[in-house]
């Protein structure tokens, strides 16, 4: 899903759905959180994502790893262009995925996912190619936190 809204899609009965966005230079998105957690990555542009328990720079080739309401503000340093994985708090506790903010490599092949997947419908057929498509975002976020 393409320049959309991440409330809109918040009630999929979706463990993971994605979403990719367009900014123009200097756009502030302000505090806000979701039901979901977040996997931020800008494919061009570099984010600051502030939080209160800390603000995180994201160059090229990371992500931002935001947990489910945690309230955070995105400011965009540059043309940014987004996509972002959002995945529920229950299939990312199972998951082993973090519980608090952190910063996420992002592989040659996460990059492909999540460029991907944004061209996924919110309602894709379990067990299909879609949804291995998203469990794989899932666990390739689970193996790529940055050590502090």
Known sequence: MRNTVAETYEHVHRN???????YPVGVVLPGHSHEFNQLL????????????????????????????????????????????????????????????????????LLHELLSAAVDVPKDYELGGRDDQLMQLIMRQAGTAVVPH
């Open 16 to 22: 993971v759905y994605a979403r990719g966005n367009d």
């Open 41 to 108: 990555y800008a494919i061009s542009g570099v984010l600051t994502v502030s939080t209160c328990e800390g603000s995180w720079v994201v160059p090229p080739r990371r992500a931002s790893w935001i947990p489910s309401r945690v309230k955070h503000e995105v400011r965009m340093n540059g043309h940014t262009i987004t996509r972002s994985a959002y995945i529920c708090p229950e299939a990312a506790l199972a998951a082993g995925l973090a519980t608090r903010c952190a910063v996420i490599n992002v592989s040659p």
